[in-house]
């Protein structure tokens, strides 16, 4: 199966999982306008600088979560979250390049990391994925501890990796 096929199943699947969890929240691939949005300096990741350097739509695994209005996503309106990765094939990593959430939304205060990382379960699963790697990582302390607590290990410079197998003992402890 193509890439972008899984792509689009794990989008479906990971809606199916927020609306089980009664999360009044959409979530689709960053479209065109987002991808503006989010270059003219929204929010306070440099998305300009990570969108520009690393986005290859090939390979691409991203994400912006939108409020629902009328039980529908609203696409008028910025993200309210976005996730910027890509995935190698050949070695089986998804690289993580950019996650934030966007203002005070309350179904997203605290939870950014736990849902994207929901999604990059389903994705890996489909894809075989063996290890998931954060790039960059700004040196601010309280972040770096915060993911580390999802039990990525500092790699010896900006970049954080987390193994499949400890990730999904992780992800095993959540849900159970």
């Known amino acids: ?7 689009s199943a794990t989008m479906c699947d990971f809606q199916m999982l927020l609306e089980h969890l009664k999360m009044p929240i959409a979530v689709g691939c960053i479209s065109d306008d987002d991808f503006t949005i ?6 306070r990741l440099n998305w300009d600088y990570v969108i520009t350097r690393y986005y290859n739509p090939d390979s691409a695994f991203d994400f912006c979560f939108k409020l629902k209005e009328n039980g529908y996503a609203n ?4 993200p309210i979250g976005a996730f910027l990765s890509s995935y190698n094939p050949n070695n089986k990593i998804l690289e993580i390049y950019g996650i934030e959430r966007f203002g005070n939304n309350p179904d997203l205060n605290g939870r950014m990391l736990l849902l994207s990382m929901f999604a990059v379960s389903i994705l890996m699963s489909k894809v075989d994925g063996k290890s998931i790697k954060l790039i960059d990582v700004e040196n601010n302390v ?3 501890e915060h993911y580390k607590r999802f039990g990525f290990l500092e ?3 900006e970049n954080f990796t987390l193994e499949i197998s400890k990730f999904n003992e992780l992800m095993n402890s959540f849900i159970l």
């Open 1 to 7: 199966m193509k890439f972008e096929h899984l792509v």
């Open 38 to 43: 989010l270059g003219r300096g929204y929010g």
């Open 75 to 78: 696409n008028s309106t910025p």
């Open 142 to 144: 309280e972040l770096r």
């Open 155 to 157: 790699d010896g410079s």
